[in-house]
């Protein structure tokens, strides 16, 4: 599953882990993405996104056909 979030467009971000020695090592930061299924009455059918847990949170407060409508307007697919 890809690491990018749909709505909000969050993508993995990269830096250094720095042991105890201070040796530095490349690392990935990966964010929090879930596969979430929504029903999209607009749509008249189910929707599956990859999405971030703070765009849950958005689509939760500004709901799902605003949130496709944003999807969209970006150029994703839905």
Known sequence: MSAICQ???VHPRF???VS???VR???RFNP???RKRYFVPSLGRTVTLTLSTKAIR???RI???VAVA???ARGGKV
């Open 70 to 72: 944003q999807i969209r």
């Open 15 to 17: 830096g250094r882990s």
């Open 58 to 60: 958005t689509i939760d």
């Open 7 to 9: 709505l909000t467009g």
């Open 32 to 34: 929090n993405v879930q």
């Open 63 to 65: 709901g799902i056909d």
């Open 20 to 22: 105890h020695s201070h």
């Open 25 to 27: 090592t490349s690392r």
